[in-house]
């Protein structure tokens, strides 16, 4: 796995886990550390919206989940 995918893997669980955190307690953990609506927090979101992409991507592309047999 090449070190973007692992970055972007990274982000994806970032972005469920705050994603779950919402869902389960209407706590939003980037805007809690980062401010709501402020910069940073943005970028956060941008961030883990384009590891996303990139992991769509990458499984689309490379699809490590067929059998190797």
Do not use: E
Not at 29 to 53: D, H, M, P
Request: proline content about 1%.
């Amino acid at each position: 796995m090449k070190i973007t995918s692992f970055i972007a893997l990274i982000l994806v669980i970032v972005g469920a886990l705050n994603w779950l955190l919402v869902g389960l307690f209407a706590f939003d953990l980037v805007a809690f550390v980062f401010g709501a609506g402020s910069l940073l927090a943005r970028v956060i979101y941008v961030l883990v919206g384009l590891a996303g992409l990139w992991t769509i991507f990458y499984l689309a592309l490379y699809n490590p989940l067929r059998d190797r047999a």
